[in-house]
């Protein structure tokens, strides 16, 4: 099991667009294989930014979204709304 954390920053004043657009990219990664979980976090006192917290089976699985059409198509709706470029990083368990 991994988690990707993404971290965005968004223009001010297109929070809302924002918001739809990240709805639908969660909603449409749902249905990708191994895809486990997700949560998106807006920090205290700074609507500007934003956290995505997704579980994923394995690396395989983050990979096959990632270089989706479907992911692709997701992030044309909400590049544009970014002022700089998203963060990711990937995180798994150490036992």
């Not at 749902?30 to 997704?54: C, K, P, Q, W, Y």
């Not at 089976?57 to 470029?85: F, G, H, N, V």
Request: glycine content about 6%; overall charge neutral.
């Amino acid at each position: 099991m991994i988690k990707i954390i993404i971290e965005r920053r968004i223009m001010p004043g297109l929070e809302e667009e924002y918001e739809q657009a990240a709805r639908e990219a969660m909603r449409v990664s749902l249905g990708a294989r191994g895809f486990v979980g997700g949560e998106s976090l807006v920090e205290r006192g700074r609507n500007d930014h934003r956290l995505m917290i997704t579980k994923w089976r394995d690396m395989r699985a983050w990979k096959e979204w990632y270089t989706s059409e479907a992911r692709s198509m997701a992030m044309q709706r909400i590049l544009p709304l970014l002022t700089e470029e998203e963060s990711i990083r990937i995180y798994e368990a150490s036992y």
